[in-house]
């Protein structure tokens, strides 16, 4: 507890992310001077015998590209667009009330046995509702528990566990995917900009549907074996009512599902047939065009069924409705406008500049000396980004920081840029139920309270421990038998890299 006591002082002090970002961006313009001045330089990994030397951007030359880039690396950032579109089809689908009632609708309907393993799938696949499993499906989960006469913390860790331990493994393409995606790409073309243009954002899918179902399996053993019987019985005096769907939520949610198989089988006639638009003649349909459109596609995926849901219901009557939930939407992004142009910045800078590339060749040649390759190397880039996240909450924050270092060192070592992300995606996650400084971490411990008044953050912690632990070592098998068999992690991507 003094430890994470210690973790949580050190975190509170950190400044805000886009402070962070800004510092980054002026560190590395004068340390591009001051490496310049020393005559810094790598042999290029890609090209023998060609120098790679620092570039000073506190120079003349340098000074002009400052100014003249600020606009465009903010419009060029990948993730930007990326995130703002996907968020317009995600944010009716959650306004018009769609997500909330999928997710109510899925662990209300289950028999008693299954209860557990519906709240660790559904908090799973809230990811594809960004952040609204927090503050949906974890109460929920209480008032489930509460009123099947379990108690209610363990439905509430069992629903956090599934929403923030598992958020990075889904069914479906999320907002994740381009997000992160975005980062890796640009990451990626520090070293090689012709491979970055190959890689598509559903880089990590195959992986990340297969762990859906082993989490839900590991989280409801850990809940029904450790955590409640560790509650013990419950002994409060709150009493719940299960929130049950109502009549005109499921007509809507029925009216959802038809449309959205009507979607996919558009989709599926757009990509499957050799003529199809989508499939644009590619012999393989990892090759076709579709899976470099993956971010109109879930625009449309998320739009249209949460469209439909709206009018049934009557969330959405009429035009006005859907314009104001998407600017409602895009509302809630202008604390992440704001972070991505600071971003955009440092990530422009560490290309520009060079280090990224310098720091990468001899990174990758610091690690090959002291023997960390293979799984060794793997498991300590795990350790290494499941202690930032004890600091930084925001995934794309911390990846934003990470990537342009470690995807072109792992990268120099023989891994796949999609690889890494991968490893990233497993490390941010499995640390999340336990940081204090996740940015829902003391709204979970308030949903909490109101069975216990005695809950604060060392009882959340030791809690959630358990399934912090266990989903971390199923997760790094599941990583050790990819990485032995070579299958893919996603359409068209494996695990090494080669030049």
Same mark, same amino acid.
């Given at each position: 507890m003094r430890s994470l006591d210690g973790i949580e002082r050190v975190g509170n002090k950190l400044?805000?992310?886009? +402070?962070?970002?800004?510092?980054?961006?002026?560190?590395?313009? #004068?340390?591009?001077?001051? %490496?310049?001045?020393?005559?810094?330089?790598?042999?290029?990994?890609?090209?023998?015998?060609?120098?790679?030397?620092?570039?000073?951007?506190?120079?003349?030359?340098?000074? #002009?590209?400052? %100014?003249?880039?600020? #606009?465009?690396?903010?419009?060029?950032?990948?993730?930007?667009?990326?995130?703002?579109?996907?968020?317009l089809g995600i944010g009716i689908a959650e306004r018009s009330g769609l997500i909330s009632a999928a997710l109510r609708g899925l662990v209300t309907s289950v028999p008693r046995q299954l209860m557990t393993a519906a709240l660790v799938f559904g908090g799973i696949m809230s990811s594809m509702a960004a952040d609204a499993g927090y503050v949906v499906l974890t109460p929920l989960g209480a008032v489930l528990f509460a009123g099947l006469g379990r108690h209610p913390l363990a439905g509430l860790a069992a629903a956090f566990a599934g929403v923030s331990g598992g958020f990075s493994a889904n069914l479906l393409l999320t907002s994740l995917d381009p997000l992160l995606g975005g980062l890796t790409k640009d990451a990626a073309a520090i070293l090689d900009p012709a491979y970055a243009e190959t890689i598509n954002y559903a880089m990590n899918y195959y992986f990340m549907i297969a762990s859906v179902f082993v989490l839900t399996i590991v989280g409801t053993l850990v809940t029904d074996k450790i955590v409640e019987p560790r509650l013990g019985a419950y002994k409060g005096n709150v009493k719940e009512e299960v929130d049950y769907l109502k009549p005109e939520e499921k007509k809507g949610l029925w009216a959802a599902?038809?449309?959205?198989?009507?979607?996919?089988? #558009?989709?599926?006639?757009?990509?499957?047939?050799?003529?199809?638009?989508?499939?644009?003649?590619?012999?393989?349909?990892?090759?076709?065009?579709?899976?470099?459109?993956?971010?109109?596609?879930?625009?449309? +995926?998320?739009?249209?069924?949460?469209?439909?849901?709206?009018?049934? +219901?009557?969330?959405?009557?009429?035009?006005?409705?859907?314009?104001?939930?998407?600017?409602?939407?895009?509302?809630?992004?202008?604390?992440?406008?704001?972070?991505?142009?600071?971003?955009?910045?440092?990530?422009?800078?560490?290309?520009?500049?060079?280090?990224g590339l310098v720091l990468a060749v001899n990174g990758a040649q610091f690690l090959e000396s002291t023997g960390f390759t293979g799984i060794r190397l793997i498991l300590t880039f795990i350790v290494v980004s499941g202690f930032i996240n004890l600091f930084i909450g925001s995934a794309s924050a911390k990846w934003a920081i990470m990537a342009p270092v470690f995807v072109p060192m792992l990268m120099s070592m023989g891994y796949a840029p999609e690889f890494t992300q991968l490893v990233y995606r497993i490390a941010d996650s499995t640390t999340n139920v336990i940081s204090p400084l996740m940015p829902y971490f003391a709204i979970v411990i308030a949903f909490a309270q109101k069975y216990d008044k005695k809950v604060g953050i060392g009882t959340l912690i030791s809690t959630m421990l358990p399934y912090s632990i266990a989903f971390t070592i199923v997760w790094v098998i599941m990583l050790i038998i990819w990485m032995l068999t070579g299958i893919d992690i996603g359409p068209g991507s494996g695990i090494y890299y080669n030049n």
């Open positions: 400044p805000h992310p886009v +402070t962070l970002f800004a510092i980054f961006a002026l560190a590395v313009v #004068v340390l591009s001077a001051l %490496f310049a001045n020393m005559g810094l330089q790598v042999e290029d990994p890609l090209n023998e015998g060609e120098i790679i030397k620092v570039k000073n951007l506190l120079s003349s030359e340098g000074i #002009v590209y400052l %100014f003249e880039s600020m #606009v465009t690396n903010f419009t060029g950032f990948a993730p930007l667009g990326t995130v703002l579109v996907t968020m599902l038809f449309a959205f198989i009507a979607t996919a089988a #558009v989709m599926a006639v757009l990509v499957i047939p050799e003529w199809g638009p989508l499939r644009g003649g590619a012999e393989k349909i990892i090759d076709a065009p579709f899976f470099h459109s993956l971010v109109p596609v879930i625009l449309i +995926t998320f739009f249209i069924p949460g469209f439909v849901y709206g009018k049934i +219901t009557k969330s959405i009557k009429n035009d006005k409705d859907v314009a104001d939930q998407l600017s409602e939407t895009m509302a809630t992004m202008g604390s992440y406008i704001v972070l991505a142009f600071v971003a955009a910045q440092f990530v422009a800078y560490f290309s520009e500049s060079k280090l």
